[in-house]
């Protein structure tokens, strides 16, 4: 690998999900994969094959799906991790497995409840048994940035030895400060030499992950681990998009260092990730918040119309953000408009997605003045990447008068036959909510409520997404929903999560047969 590029190891899809309310459905993460192989990432993490049947499934289809970029699995250094994360990717044309042993003295005397050449030991074990699988083996030092150099210095040469090629340090807890961040890295480097390539996973506790990933790969390190949008637990990863725009914008000061990212498709990574996870940038983030690119200033607006660069460090166009309009969707739009639009803007659909994208497009058309790309991003996600519809809402009226009881009346498609019912709650989506559950005769309970504006102005697409548990052995169900009307994209996200259940609940009644 050249000494100018820094690999990028994408992990939306492991530690971005960590994130409370972003789990994803295994058809979402294949959405989300295939964009990030788009994106020309290097390495993608798919997920933890240990942790359930799903995160397996997930992992070894995204494996089958994958081109061009390494598909990796996490496993912590045990051999049955081992195992589920080499049979997961066992059908990529590119595989790594990722394994990791924590090294701080905290976590080997808290958490581990082990000795240093007990940890030693089974760093070395996991790393030789990983390499039955693939040549391609990265270890991880957990909570490297409270560990002490030494004892690192120990365990990554004999991990070397063993036959890691990629070895990873993390700051955990995102406790390091950027000079020591560095210092780090450089020491280590200067230790590994050419024996290995150098990694750094930062958490963002203290908003320092983007500084200090940059700061290590100043100092040596090569391959980057982050995310879409900074997800992640707590505070979230370093952004990727943060990360590879500040390589490619200051060069001068980086000295040619840059990254395979092909820029152009980080605006839709982020769009398609925020869709589907619910999880929108804030406004001032940083390279795609909505404002990131916006001018309310008068002196700003003058200096940018008069020459860009006055107050823009980098081009929207850059990332895939390209606000002139070259075809202008309305109601009277045709198929073939349509179908250019949605492959401008980077989507590949079947016959039957495209179908039914342009049935939900004229819908919204009729009732919306303007369509914005933001709009049919959303119409498309939510379309391609659904779980199949055991349950499809067909109808919905309401009453909720401030002086009676609220009611809903549903009509929903199940096995071809329409079922219609009504009932009362405490509120209109109690109402709407209690009435679906009468129909399935699955009660669910509402974990998490969330909407959202797609666009701008008064007939803005509503998102919602709620998170529901139909049943306490199960983690609970994410769904989306889609309309101008904020009550109808709220009975489309309870079904949506519900079709989810029945899903999950029909593979696995597979599995447990050995059907699948």
């Known amino acids: 690998m050249s000494d100018k590029i820094v690999k990028i190891f994408d992990t939306t899809l492991r530690d971005g999900e960590q994130s409370p309310g972003a789990s994803m459905n295994m058809e979402e993460k294949i959405q989300i994969a295939l964009q990030l ?4 990432v290097d390495i993608i993490e798919a997920g933890f094959a240990a942790a359930s049947p799903g995160d397996f499934e997930a992992i070894e289809n995204i494996s089958k799906v994958i081109e061009n970029s390494t598909v990796c699995s996490l496993a912590r250094a045990l051999s049955r991790d081992i195992k589920a994360a080499g049979d997961a990717i066992a059908h990529a044309k590119h595989q790594r497995i990722h394994t990791f042993i924590a090294t701080s003295p905290i976590h080997m005397q808290y958490k581990l409840q082990m000795t240093p050449e007990q940890v030693i030991q089974k760093a070395v074990e996991a790393v030789e048994y990983a390499k039955t699988f693939t040549d391609d083996v990265e270890f991880s030092c957990e909570d490297a940035g409270r560990s002490e150099m030494p004892f690192l210095k120990e365990i990554l040469d004999a991990v070397i030895q063993a036959g890691a090629t990629t070895l990873n ?6 406790y390091r400060m950027p000079d020591e961040m560095g210092a780090m890295i450089k020491e280590l480097h200067n230790f590994v030499g050419d024996r290995a390539v150098i990694s750094v996973h930062c958490h963002n506790d203290l908003g320092l992950a983007t500084a200090n990933s940059l700061a290590s790969i100043q100092n040596g390190a090569r391959q980057v681990e982050c995310t879409i949008n900074g997800l992640g637990e707590r505070a ?10 500040a390589l490619k914008t200051r060069s001068d000061f980086f000295k040619g260092i840059d990254t395979n990212i092909n820029t152009k498709e980080i605006y839709p990574a982020s769009r398609l990730v925020a869709n589907i996870t619910g999880i929108a940038p804030q406004p001032n983030k940083a390279i795609v918040g909505k404002n990131a690119f916006a001018h309310e200033s008068g002196i700003h607006q003058d200096g940018v119309l ?3 660069e006055t107050y823009e460090i980098m081009k929207a166009e850059d990332i895939g953000l390209d606000n002139a309009e070259t075809i202008v969707l309305g109601k009277l739009s045709g198929r073939h408009a349509f179908k250019e639009k949605i492959e401008s803007l980077g989507y590949k659909l079947t016959e039957e997605e495209l179908n039914q994208s342009f049935a939900r497009f004229k819908l919204l058309a009729d009732k919306k003045k303007e369509i914005f790309d933001d709009d049919l991003r959303a119409i498309i996600t939510d379309e391609i990447v659904q779980v199949p519809k055991t349950y499809e809402l067909i109808n919905l ?10 009611s809903a009346a549903v009509c929903i498609k199940y096995e071809g036959e329409e079922i219609t019912d009504a009932g009362i709650g405490n509120g209109t989506m109690d109402a709407i909510f209690k009435t679906v559950d009468r129909i399935s005769s699955i009660p669910g309970e509402l974990k998490d409520y969330k909407v959202t504006a797609v666009t701008q102005g008064k007939d803005a697409l509503a998102k ?3 998170k529901v548990s139909f049943d306490p052995a199960l983690s609970s169900f994410t769904g989306h929903g889609l ?5 109808v994209a709220s009975a489309r996200a309870y079904i949506s999560a519900l079709n989810a259940y029945v899903y999950e609940k029909e593979n696995r009644s597979k599995r447990d047969r050995g059907g699948i």
Request: hydrophobic share 40%; glycine share 8%; proline share 5%.
């Open 464 to 466: 919602v997404t709620v």
């Open 483 to 487: 309309s101008i009307d904020t009550m």
């Open 37 to 40: 192989e788009k994106l020309r």
């Open 306 to 308: 008069k020459h860009q």
């Open 236 to 245: 979230g990863n370093a952004a990727m998009e943060e990360i590879v725009m």
């Open 397 to 406: 009226q309401i009453n909720d008068c401030m002086n009676g009881v609220p």
């Open 169 to 174: 340090i993390p700051d955990t807890v995102g």
